[in-house]
């Protein structure tokens, strides 16, 4: 799931239970489009907020190729980073990554989708769907009130 940092859902990719999260993490970024200029939607975010489980070098040499900033922390912070490459780890900024734990925290306020009573993936990625256009809606709706 990736999502802007109002907690807006942008993109989602549904994977098997038993697939690491980080081997679906460039599909899930190329994706995505941010809004941006109407007309021109940005390709790219600026910042990468994720957890231990998204500390990759290529996905980190990926955010380097596209400009975005990883805000990563190492799966072992004693662990110092290769020479050459010097990874800092902004916590102020990691903080803002409770917006998508948040999210997530709504998405499965809804049943349907926390127990996960859908047999078939399809289904699921359109309760998915839905629940993300509601929330999209509701965002949207708010902020023209």
């Known amino acids: 799931m990736l999502c802007d940092a109002n907690g ?7 994977s098997p239970g038993q697939a690491s999260d980080i081997t679906h993490a460039r599909p899930l970024l190329e994706q995505a489009r941010l809004p941006g200029k109407p007309g021109r939607p940005r390709k790219r975010c600026r910042w990468l907020l994720a ?3 998204y500390d990759a ?5 990926y955010c380097d190729r596209y400009r975005m900033k990883p805000v990563i922390p190492m799966r072992q912070m004693a662990r110092k ?8 780890f902004g916590r102020p ?5 409770n917006i998508i734990e948040r999210m997530f925290g709504w998405l499965k306020e809804n049943r349907r989708i926390g ?6 993936a399809r289904s699921f990625e359109a309760m998915i769907t839905l629940a993300c256009t509601l ?3 509701r965002r949207y709706f708010s902020y023209k009130t």
């Open 8 to 14: 807006v859902p942008l993109s989602f990719l549904l």
């Open 51 to 53: 957890d231990k489980g």
């Open 57 to 61: 070098e290529h996905l980190r040499q």
């Open 81 to 88: 980073p290769k020479p050459g490459l010097l990874r800092l």
């Open 93 to 97: 900024k990691y903080r803002q990554r």
């Open 115 to 120: 127990t996960r009573y859908d047999k078939l």
């Open 135 to 137: 929330r999209c809606l």
